[in-house]
């Protein structure tokens, strides 16, 4: 079968195969390996990830769901199918004139930091974000661009902080390199969700405008900040000139992420993945998942939000437990268990409620998401109830 053939075959069975993959999947397997996610089930509500997780056979059997209701058009490489769809419907809600499937958000950050910056070296950070902690030093080692972090250990940089680190490599250099680009993540991950205060937000963008400087907004979970501070992703996108999101988050997929800018920037990108080893032959799968999860997203989350606070303050009435939120926190909050065996008490709830949690000693972190929308608040603080009393010590 000579190489078009095969292209052209693949591209029209890639659908029919779904059936019969669903018996040979083992989610078990799956679960063994990656032991932190947990099965969707419609009753389950879990409070250890930012959405809902999917098991292999799940994951066949929603997509079989999702075809079912609507047929799902393949792209090939990347063009048209639901992968179009989806970069079309992530232009209309961030505003921005293009957008562009890439397999990871790390790619979406680092080609995106490169694109805006052109010659230009220098990339102003945050010390506490993914670009600058969590991506393998590739902006340095694979794109020549050179991460100056900012605001140590904090979760944003305010406008006053980044001017003082512009000016100090500006008049400390005799051999001066230009300042490419200036990279936001919001929400901080390594923070436990804090967002960036909306009107510092508005200031760096003034002023980076003002001086010709670049913005790009990691917003991998921009969605969750929406959730618990009320901006849009419209308005959140307006003050910068790329945005990443991650399709895995809360979207249900099994990986991808999405950027979005204007199309000059955007018309690079396709070549970049593609010599940078991300081209794959189709990601419907992950397209069609996240554009299924995408719809209502906005309404479950804020929904999701709203109901944790009646919850939470529910909880915090039975004894031996007391929950806090963080300080410009979005869907993490902090939990204290007194006089409890931690460990008994996540196994009744799991078993006896389908609530998961991983509870521990000290402080444990809870995560709101979507899967609350599953059982009703008084139901929840009867299932905590019973934990507390069956692994009271």
Known sequence: MNDLKRRNFLKLSGLTVLPTLLPGIAAKAFASESPNLQPAANETVSFNDDGPFYQPAEYINKLQEINAAQPIKMDFYGGGGAVAQLCEQFAGLTGKPASIYMPSGTMANQLAISVLSGENTKIFVQETSHIYRDEGDSAQSVFNKRLIPVAQGEAHFTLEQLQQAVNYHNQGEVFKSGIGTIAIENPVRRCDGKFVPLEEIRKISAWCRQKGYKLHLDGARIFLAMAF?????????????????????????????????????ISHMEHLIKIHGGTTFSSWGNAAMALHNLNGLEDRLKRSADKSKELFAGLNKLPGVKITAIPNGSNIFNMELTGVDARLFSKTLADKYQVMLRAQKGTTQIRVNETLLRQDNQRIISAFDDALKVAKV
């Open 229 to 265: 501070n009320g901006v849009s992703l419209k308005e959140y996108s307006s003050y910068f000139d790329t945005v990443y999101i991650s399709l895995y988050k809360y979207l249900g997929a099994a990986g991808g992420a999405v950027l979005c800018g204007d199309k000059e920037t």
